[in-house]
C-alpha cells in the first residue's frame, strides 16, 4: 500500500544519512583548513572545475552542482579569484555568461590538498565499508539522485591525486 510517510526504517535511514553527511563533511572541512587553510566549499569547486575539460565551468553549472546559493557561490568564487586559485572569464557566446577557471595556483593548491583529502574520506567514511556495502550504497543514492533530477557530477576517477574524468 502506497503512503505518504516514510516507514520507520526508512525514517532511520534518512535520519543516519543526514547525520553521517553533517558530521563527515564538518570533518573534512575542519582537516581541510587546519592543513590547506582551504573549506570543504572551496575544496569541492576546486574538485569540479579539476575534473571539468580545459578546467573551466560556466558559473551556473558550479552553482546548480554547490550546496550554496547562486549570491553564496558568487561570493566564494570572488574569495578564490583574489587568492589566485581561479579566474573568471566572459563567455563569447552569452554576453550575460561567465566561466569560473581554474589558474596554476589553483592546479597546485588542488593537488596538495587532494592528498589529504581522499585519505580523509577513506578514514572518515570508506573504512567504515565493505565492498558489498559500498557498491549498494552507491546504487542506492544514485537511484534517489536521479529520481529527483538535475545535474550529476561527472565520474571522476583518482590518479595520482588529480581527479581525471572517466
Do not use: I
Not at 573551466?56 to 546548480?64: A, F, I, M, Q, V
Not at 578564490?80 to 579566474?87: D, F, K, P, T, V
Request: with cysteine; charged share 30%.
Amino acid at each position: 500500500m502506497k503512503t505518504d510517510r516514510p516507514d520507520a526504517s526508512r525514517m532511520a535511514a534518512w535520519m543516519a544519512l543526514l547525520d553521517a553527511h553533517s558530521r563527515l563533511t564538518n570533518k573534512l572541512d575542519a582537516e581541510l583548513e587546519r592543513d590547506h587553510g582551504l573549506s570543504l566549499a572551496e575544496y569541492e569547486v576546486l574538485l569540479r572545475l579539476s575534473a571539468s575539460p580545459g578546467h573551466r565551468l560556466r558559473l551556473n553549472e558550479l552553482t546548480s552542482h554547490a550546496r550554496m546559493t547562486k549570491s553564496g557561490v558568487s561570493r566564494l568564487v570572488g574569495r578564490m579569484q583574489q587568492a589566485g586559485l581561479l579566474s573568471t572569464e566572459r563567455c563569447a557566446s552569452d554576453r550575460r555568461g561567465a566561466f569560473a577557471v581554474l589558474t596554476e595556483e589553483g592546479r597546485a593548491v588542488f593537488r596538495r590538498a587532494a592528498a589529504l583529502h581522499l585519505r580523509g574520506v577513506q578514514d572518515h567514511f570508506g573504512r567504515h565499508l565493505d565492498d558489498g556495502e559500498a557498491a549498494t550504497l552507491r546504487v542506492s543514492l544514485e537511484r534517489v539522485r536521479d529520481a529527483l533530477g538535475g545535474p550529476n557530477c561527472p565520474p571522476v576517477a583518482v590518479l595520482e591525486g588529480e581527479m581525471v574524468t572517466g
